[in-house]
């Protein structure tokens, strides 16, 4: 049985776990479990009990990250923090059990993994305030900042210190449906390395890249949820005319995009052979498959990667 593909439920490390995959059900240790597939006994509980996390910003992608972080057991709420300037609104983080503060020190005082998830143009700021919190606590600096790089914040940093630069999605609110990269700078350890595989493969898809990758990637998965959700828009749009109700039609293109992904990912088949799988000679899909093609729709998803990618150089040059 693959264990990436089997449904484990277990609670902690003790007891019983029962994997199913479709038609095999299996129960076993979770020592065996971990033996067998070459895992470290060690991943999720030790971690939610041993670290600390802490996010300077509270919004939308530390909200998402923090939620997924809990959710998947890997960080307790207790161990949980955000900083944020008093007059925004964190409530969303709060609700999901992560204390907020109005100063950045106080949470990097708490934390041995700092998170930056403000906007680009306040990552310099912020690391100059916490300089010397970093260099004394030894903290390890993870930031989520599109256009970036490793080096501007080595810059102003007074004391050389181990960052991580990551670019995550949104989905990663649902473990499991996040896609995100990272890259380590040279004075990051491997454990650093694998510390940071750790908690993001929590939320989902998770690979090491070489950093001059990364604008590319925040072309494509960091930008593209706002992508898919316009396409399910769009799909939906086009069940309304042809008269379904819109909140049918909403589940309708919503699943189908759910499911068409599931098959990608599950299969490892190339898309296109898929795509050809669906179209029956003279049938449906190939009359949409045209009116898609007279649309442009490719030209604009290529068009939408490369112009989102070219904006995340351009940030990284101060732009
Ligand atoms: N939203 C997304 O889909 C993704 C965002 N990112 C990156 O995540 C970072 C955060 O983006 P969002 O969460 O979308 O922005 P946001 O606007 O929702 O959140 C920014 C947060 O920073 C806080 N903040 C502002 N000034 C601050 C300061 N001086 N000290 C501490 N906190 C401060 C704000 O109160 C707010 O809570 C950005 O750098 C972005 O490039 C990366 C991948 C995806
Ligand atoms: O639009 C942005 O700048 C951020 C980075 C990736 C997704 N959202």
């Known amino acids: 049985m693959a264990s990436t593909d ?4 277990c609670s902690g490390m003790s007891g019983i776990w029962i994997l199913k995959q479709e038609n095999c059900t299996v129960m076993v240790s979770p020592s065996a479990f971990f033996r067998a597939h070459s895992l470290e006994i060690t991943s999720g509980a030790e971690m939610a009990q041993t670290n600390t996390v802490g996010f300077v910003g509270a919004g939308k992608m530390a909200t998402a990250m923090a939620k997924g972080f809990i959710e998947s057991g890997l960080f307790h709420s207790s161990n949980t923090f955000a900083s944020c300037p008093a007059n925004w609104d964190s409530s969303e983080i709060q609700e999901a059990g992560v204390t907020v503060y109005d100063e950045n020190a106080q949470v990097a005082e708490k934390v041995n ?3 930056l998830a403000v906007k680009p143009d306040v990552v310099k700021e912020v690391l100059q305030e916490l ?3 970093i260099a004394k606590r030894n903290l390890l600096v993870i ?8 080096e501007s914040m080595e810059k102003a940093l007074e004391k050389p210190a181990r960052i991580i630069r990551v670019m995550p999605n949104t989905p990663a609110l649902y473990p499991g449906y996040g896609a995100c ?12 390395a694998a510390l940071a595989e750790k908690m993001f493969s929590s939320l989902g898809f998770c690979s090491q890249i070489d950093e001059k990758l990364i604008d590319a990637v925040t072309g494509l998965s960091g930008s593209g949820p706002a992508y898919v959700f316009t396409f399910i828009e769009a799909l ?14 909403t589940k309708l293109a919503a699943q189908t995009v759910l499911g068409a992904a599931k098959m990608v990912t599950a299969s490892g088949t190339h898309p296109a052979v898929l795509r050809d799988a ?7 899909t190939i009359h949409g498959l045209h009116a898609l093609e007279q649309g442009g729709l490719r030209n604009a998803v290529i068009n939408a990667v490369e112009a989102a990618t070219k904006r995340s150089t351009e940030m990284g040059k101060g732009k």
């Not at 669906?278 to 449906?284: F, L, N, R």
């Open 6 to 9: 089997a449904q484990v439920s």
């Open 113 to 115: 993994i700092l998170i």
């Open 131 to 133: 300089s010397a919190t």
């Open 143 to 150: 930031s989520v900042a599109a256009g970036v790089a490793i």
């Open 181 to 192: 990269v990272f890259c380590p700078n040279s004075i990051c350890t491997s454990e650093d």
């Open 236 to 249: 939906s749009d086009g069940g309304v005319k042809m008269g379904l109700p819109r909140d049918l039609s």
């Open 278 to 284: 669906v179209a029956s000679p003279g049938g449906t």
